[in-house]
């Protein structure tokens, strides 16, 4: 899909405030609410808005620990890959997870409400997956930045 100024204006928007109403959308961006609606409709169409969210407070909800794991695997052949990310997503307490270039081969952002939550989740679940050789853990002291809105302004038409 090819964006235009206005399309970037509505994700701007959108990632400011996802519960705007179409209505304050189009005056802000500066359509009538109709056409403004079809752009909206054919960015989640398209996958460029892939859903809406409300972001919760991790620590408010007794989930206070965030741990980054860097995960090797013995062999990085597509079926071993394929293996650990489809069980991977299965997680609930898989944040994110990134496949990596360098030392190991993924990254994985993961939230516990403790330290015998975390040893759970290892025993029970990390390292039962076929082909894991190695497991490093950084447990997150205090974080610092957390952005969830794309820094639009530096794409194309800002």
């Known amino acids: 899909m090819n964006l235009d100024r206005t399309d970037y204006k509505i994700l701007r ?3 400011d405030n996802a519960r705007i109403s179409n209505v304050e959308l189009a005056e802000t961006v500066g359509l009538s609410p ?3 609606l079809r752009r909206v409709k054919s960015l989640e169409e398209s996958g460029v808005i892939k859903r ?21 695997l013995d ?22 997870c990134y496949l990596m270039t360098g030392s190991y081969d993924y990254l ?8 015998q939550s975390y040893e759970r989740f290892l025993a029970d679940k990390l390292t039962r ?8 853990s950084s447990f997150a002291l205090k974080q610092v930045v957390y952005n969830t809105e794309l820094p639009l302004d530096r794409a194309r038409y800002s």
């Not at 994985?108 to 330290?115: F, N």
């Open 13 to 15: 928007c959108l990632q």
């Open 34 to 36: 109709s056409p403004c």
């Open 52 to 72: 809406y969210v409300g972001l919760i407070d991790a620590g408010a909800v007794g989930l206070p620990i965030s741990i980054f794991v860097s995960v090797s």
């Open 75 to 96: 062999r990085q052949e597509r079926h071993g890959l394929e293996e650990f990310e489809s069980l991977i997503q299965s997680y609930a307490e898989v944040m994110e």
């Open 108 to 115: 994985v952002r993961i939230v516990v409400p403790d330290l």
């Open 129 to 136: 997956i076929p082909g894991v050789a190695n497991i490093q």
